[in-house]
């Protein structure tokens, strides 16, 4: 497997991520899949999890890998974003049991 690390920038942040590219040849025609690498290459609890087969060149399983990298950091900033709306200080407003507290009696 080839491994291969790219520097995501999005917004104001910056993340490195790893990826990996398998090749099937036929006829002079290559066959890629590529994968996202959840730590580093060097880590002995790095996965690879396929994210997209049947890509025709290598340039374009890179590019496709940036792109998906960006799309899926968007939609994590997407839902932080809206989940810091949403959630206004839960812990305050609720106990273990996830019902109100009742206003406190001196």
């Not at 090749?23 to 002079?28: H, P, Q, V, W």
């Not at 025609?29 to 994210?51: K, R, V, W």
């Not at 799309?71 to 810091?84: F, I, N, R, Y």
């Amino acid at each position: 497997m080839y491994k291969f690390k790219r520097n995501i920038y999005l917004e104001d942040r910056t993340v490195e991520m790893w990826f990996g590219l398998t090749s099937k040849s036929r006829d002079r025609h290559s066959n890629f899949t590529l994968y996202l690498l959840t730590e580093g290459p060097d880590s002995p609890f790095s996965y690879a999890e396929q994210i997209k087969s049947g890509i025709n060149s290598k340039s374009e399983a890179e590019r496709y890998a940036i792109k998906y990298a960006k799309d899926l950091l968007q939609q994590l900033l997407e839902q932080d974003k809206a989940s810091k709306n949403t959630n206004t200080s839960f812990d305050e407003e609720c106990d273990f049991d996830g019902e109100k507290e009742a206003n406190e009696q001196a």
